[in-house]
């Protein structure tokens, strides 16, 4: 038991590190702690929203005495967002995280090895599963008694994401063993990330959404659907007795939920010494074998770009070939526009507003709305170059390779003009869809259209050299999974916040003082292009001394 | 031709002086191995030479420019194995050759010459449409040292350049760096296996705590110590100091 304990603390050191968020390679003591501090207070909206629709469900089913109904309502749904995220934080930390090889040839026993794997991820669940259930268990014990926190709570919340875990795993194991695409890292880091967007996306209309719900709605929602419920128990069996523990007491129920969950455990435990190390073995994180080179094709596929060409061909082939970058720093330049489109468009749908009729009233003859539009042009050059995290990581996504700018007999100053060529190049195809999407639905005259694209070139430029600038100042070169140096890297949350922050100014103060549409177009211009020289000079001067000091 | 004169490094605020006062001197035609315990500045040193670290004092001059006044001009004239060949993982082997072709401005027309040469003789021409992050250690050590070749640099900075060679890919090297230094160029590498610099170098240079304990011929360094092996000669001058 102690080599499962210490395997699991060993183990557990991953978990915590992916957790510390650091500016730059040092950080200070308390910025990862200030930083999810921040992340949690942005969830309190929801939280809160969460916490009031369950009170009003819960004034229905309490009175009424149905608490065992809600108990296991609330351990279904935990258990149901459990199994999902799981799905996706299984295959890093059963297959991805390079130490099996390692483990093996230690004196551990199969068992020890996947237990303190199933440990580590589980106490990664315990995070999800609590911030779904506080709220709702908050309102639920807003209706009884105080002091009502029981042992038998305690207990079934330790054992609630146990299930749920299990299954995925077994899932995971199944779907690495069966299938070898499943197995490439970057294949998978691809589709988890996609999942991931997709997820966020409907969380975030999901969460819209939630603010239009009535408790009264929520309840009549949970009425007609006890036969989905029903199917969740049975899904996950322990979740009736557990809920039945808490709401009655019975004790009786929590030892069945107790070995309701030992057994799902141990036929995981026997599952995956037929799944797991047959499967983990050898995995990669290259694709399928490519075709092999004649000495002919070797002849003919040499040849030459030009130095500033094919160091910007290297960035974007390295970009564009790194899951993790592609879906953080590139994709969200394109999907967080639609996204606020859809959403925006989602919301409209559902009140009596006609859109087509909203459409068709722009006047686009009249000055102060082309005004507008060009501020908001500008704002949105900004803006959507703010989620282009293209150059924020540029320098972090180096890692230890740092050293090769460094020692090539390539001025800074060109490397540096490429990385930010490779963030343009995004940041100006986002824009360029950007507005061609609004053309299409607005219809603008195409001076419009043309005005308000040029405008938000700028916010392109200014973006790109000033996230070049903060990872220029603050790199984080040392990690050993490229992801931290991406998720975890707080100069994109500089940007992000910045950026938002500076296309606000501009298109609340453009709004607000530009009145016609020559001088809007004329006065953003030249307030936005001085400001993407001024950061293009800044990273030219300053970033060859950032170089100079650069020593990890 | 490198040349160190009486160059230092310390980190931070540090007290220690990571290298002390070190001076070199390596013309054409010598390969030099440079060994030393871990910790004992070949790194830093090495990180000087090739322009990642400026010096604290000293001046470090590579085919006679100035790595510090000159980086430019300097880079051009060495080629660097580094000693993690990890880099560039999602390039295609093809793809990384061409990229550093143009980074060392290698003509088209002898860069085709010279990929298919160093291809055949790494044993890597079916390799080159695959990425590097499906080679072996080995392998992206060969494509490593084919990149720096392309551009056939007079001086060779290598950093522990046998780590994951396969015997023939070690053997192909050794002769290469043979061929380099006989051809009147300079070849400067580290290295922690100490019969590939008994039986490569025209001279090693010994460092310990940041200076250079020892710096000649192996002849002359062997006749001092009663000619025992380079390795009972290491672990003599190293120990106790």
Known sequence: ?552 | MLTLRNVSKTYGNSSVKAVDGLSLEIGGGQIVGFIGPNGAGKTTTIKMITGILNPDEGAIEIDGHDIVKNPLEAKKSFGYVPDSPDMFLRLKGMEYLNFMGDMYRVDVSVRKERIASLAETFEMTGSLNAKLQSYSHGMRQKIIIMGVLLNQPSVWILDEPMTGLDPRAAFTLKEMMRAHAKAGNTVFFSTHILEVAEKLCDRVAIINKGKIIFDGELDELKARHDQISLEEIFMEVTDGE
């Open chain 1, 1 to 552: 038991m102690s080599k499962f304990f210490s395997l699991s603390k060993v183990l557990m050191k991953d978990v915590v590190s992916v957790l510390d968020m650091k500016f730059g390679n040092k950080g200070g003591k308390f910025t990862g702690p200030i930083l999810w501090g921040i992340v949690g207070l942005c969830m309190l909206p929801l939280i809160f929203v969460f916490y009031m629709l369950f009170q009003g469900v819960c004034a229905i089913f309490v009175p009424a005495g149905e608490l065992a109904y809600i108990t296991g309502f609330m351990f279904s749904i935990v258990c149901l967002v459990v199994l999902f995220f799981s799905i996706v934080s299984v295959p890093s930390v059963f297959y991805f995280s390079n130490d099996v090889e390692t483990l093996l040839p230690l004196p551990l026993r199969p068992a020890q090895i996947i237990g303190a794997k199933f440990f580590v991820a589980l106490t990664m669940e315990y995070g999800i599963a609590l911030l779904i259930i506080a709220p709702m268990y908050a309102a639920y014990l807003s209706y009884l008694p105080v002091g009502s926190l029981t042992l038998n709570m305690l207990i079934g919340l330790l054992l609630l994401p146990v299930t749920p875990l299990a299954y995925s795993s077994i899932i995971v194991m199944v779907l690495m063993r069966l299938f070898r695409f499943g197995r490439n890292r970057d294949f998978y880091n691809l589709i988890i990330g996609l999942v991931a967007l997709v997820f966020g996306a409907g969380i975030g209309i999901f969460s819209s959404q939630l603010n239009t719900i009535t408790p009264e709605q929520a309840v009549e929602l949970l009425e007609g659907n006890r036969g989905v419920l029903d199917n969740l128990r049975s899904i996950f069996p322990g979740t009736l007795f557990a809920g039945r523990a808490v709401a009655n007491g019975e004790a009786g129920a929590q030892l069945i939920n107790i070995a309701i969950t030992a057994g799902v455990v141990a036929l995981f435990l026997f599952l995956s010494k037929f799944l797991y190390f047959k499967s983990v073995i050898g995995i990669s994180e290259s694709s399928a074998p490519s075709r092999k080179m004649t000495k002919e094709e070797v002849l003919t596929g040499a040849r030459s770009s030009g130095i500033f060409a094919s160091y910007l061909q290297k960035e974007l082939r390295l970009l564009f070939r790194n899951p993790t970058a592609l879906m953080n720093c590139v994709l969200m330049v394109f999907l967080m526009p639609a996204l606020m489109i859809g959403s925006m468009a989602f919301q409209l749908s559902n009140t009596d507003i006609d859109l087509s009729g909203l459409l068709l009233a722009i006047d686009y003859n009249n000055p102060r709305v082309v005004s507008f539009i060009m501020a908001g042009a500008a704002a949105a050059g900004i803006f959507i170059s703010c989620m282009n995290l293209v150059t924020c990581t540029c320098i972090s996504r180096e890692g230890k390779n740092y050293i090769f700018m460094k020692y090539v007999p390539v001025s800074y100053r060109t490397q540096l003009n490429a990385k930010a060529a490779s963030g343009l190049a995004v940041s100006v195809a986002g824009l360029v869809l950007f507005f061609a999407g609004l053309e299409i639905i607005f219809k603008a005259p195409l001076t419009v259209f043309l005005g308000a694209l040029i405008l938000s070139l700028p916010g392109g430029i200014l973006m790109n050299y000033l996230g070049m600038l903060i990872d220029l100042a603050k790199p984080k070169l040392v990690w050993d999974n490229e992801q931290r140096a991406v998720k975890q890297n707080v100069n994109s949350v500089i940007l992000i916040f910045g950026g938002m922050f500076l296309a606000a100014v501009i298109g609340v103060v453009g709004g607000i003082f530009l009145k016609t549409p020559l001088t809007a177009f004329v006065t953003l211009l030249i307030v936005t292009g001085a400001l993407a020289f001024g950061s293009m000079q800044m990273v030219l001067t300053m970033g060859e001394s950032y170089l100079e000091k650069l020593n990890v």
